[in-house]
């Protein structure tokens, strides 16, 4: 069974930094390319940020330069780690992959950033 479970997230002052963590059980993170999504309130659930099985990341043009994703094999964990928040960067944070043709998706960590 696979298990994506965010955390991480809160509320941060414009300008601030918060770290997102998608713990993973059931898959192979050496392998499975990992995204994370972000709804905003009202709004459709838009990509944020990727990283391929090879390393490789893309990111949204809103977030590149502020926002890095990674992965740590040892803990079977994503981040995402978000520099020089924007009150427009709030919403709900989404990790997702496909594994086994089937997509899986997290219950979400909520971001607020206050102007």
């Known amino acids: 069974q696979v298990r994506l479970e965010e955390s991480g997230g809160g509320l941060v002052q414009a300008g601030g930094s918060l770290r997102l963590s998608c713990r993973t059980s059931g898959i192979n993170l050496k392998i499975a390319r990992m995204n994370w999504y972000r709804q905003a309130p009202g709004k459709q659930r838009d990509l944020v940020a990727g990283i391929s099985s090879d390393g490789r990341t893309n990111y949204a043009d809103s977030v590149k330069g502020r926002f890095t994703i990674s992965r740590d094999w040892a803990w079977n964990t994503v981040f995402l780690q978000m520099n020089s928040l924007k009150p427009e960067d709030t919403g709900d944070y989404y990790c997702?992959?496909?594994?086994?043709?089937?997509?899986?998706w997290g219950r979400g960590t909520q971001v607020t950033v206050s102007s």
């Open positions: 997702q992959t496909t594994w086994k043709s089937l997509d899986w």
